[in-house]
């Protein structure tokens, strides 16, 4: 059986959860927070969540763990088999990664934590966040699905990325970065109501004490 390494706070670590509850696949959860000791390394060399133990060791990084997925394990497809339509969705998601998560995240610590981003951060995040949102409006199709009818990896990354960034918006801008985007709106609000979404959800809340307790002891 695979087995999913991280916790369940961890935005990408429940981007590949949602991938193997959608496809069907059973897995085991290990709680992991990944450390620089010996043993956290053998099992994620940059120190970093998730992870995926498959028969023959372990797999990194959340793009490669979820191609992995969807080239070795049964269910719906996340991914087309035409190529050119294969390389859209993942560019999709990569850029979603880049120009939407990763502006987003340098105001994880304000917006979630209570502690202050400087300044300069905070504008370089804001100035990224609103070209990446322009870039997913000229990109997604959202019909309904971020890349056609179907749900893809691209959605993975859109729920698990985009709604952080959209509390970002509110909390640390104190705007709405969908504003000009009503169909991505309503695409989170229907992510709201699957029932793999809500569990994750659920997971998530469940987990928050014990994972604020060890950014504590972090300090």
Same mark, same amino acid.
């Given at each position: %059986?695979?087995?999913? =390494?991280? &916790?369940?706070?961890?935005? =990408? +670590? ?8 959608? !496809?069907? *696949?059973?897995? #085991? ?9 010996? #043993?956290?390394?053998? *099992? ?8 995926? #133990?498959?028969?023959?060791? &372990? ?8 191609? +992995?997925?969807?080239?070795?394990? @049964? ?7 035409? @190529? ?9 998601? !990569?850029?979603?990664? $880049? =120009? ?5 995240? /340098?105001?994880? /610590?304000? /917006? &979630?934590?209570? %502690?202050? *981003? ?9 100035? #990224? ?21 179907? $749900?893809?990896?691209?959605?993975? =990354?859109?729920? +698990? ?10 909390? *640390? ?10 169909? /991505?709106?309503? $695409?989170?609000?229907? &992510? ?28």
């Amino acid at each position: %059986m695979l087995k999913l =390494y991280g &916790f369940a706070v961890s935005n =990408y +670590y429940n981007m590949v959860k949602l991938a193997l509850l959608e !496809k069907g *696949v059973p897995f #085991e959860e290990v709680p992991f927070f990944a450390a620089q000791t010996p #043993e956290a390394l053998t *099992v994620s060399p940059c120190a970093k969540v998730p992870a995926l #133990e498959v028969e023959q060791g &372990f797999i990194n990084e959340t793009n490669v763990i979820l191609e +992995y997925i969807e080239q070795t394990q @049964p269910g719906p497809k996340l991914l087309p088999t035409d @190529p050119f339509e294969r390389a859209q969705v993942l560019a999709l998601a !990569k850029e979603i990664e $880049l =120009y939407i998560e990763l502006p987003a995240r /340098a105001c994880y /610590a304000e /917006a &979630f934590f209570g %502690m202050q *981003v400087p300044d300069a951060i905070k504008s370089k995040a804001k100035a #990224e966040l609103l070209q990446g949102i322009a870039s997913l409006g000229r990109q997604g199709k959202f019909a309904p699905y971020v890349a056609g009818e179907t $749900l893809s990896v691209a959605d993975i =990354y859109f729920l +698990y990325s985009v709604s952080l960034a959209s509390a970002v918006g509110h909390k *640390v801008f104190g705007m709405d970065l969908l504003a000009e985007l009503p169909a /991505a709106k309503a $695409l989170l609000e229907h &992510f709201e109501k699957n029932p793999h979404v809500q569990r994750i959800a659920a997971d998530r809340e469940a987990a928050m004490p014990k994972f604020l307790a060890w950014i504590s002891s972090k300090k």
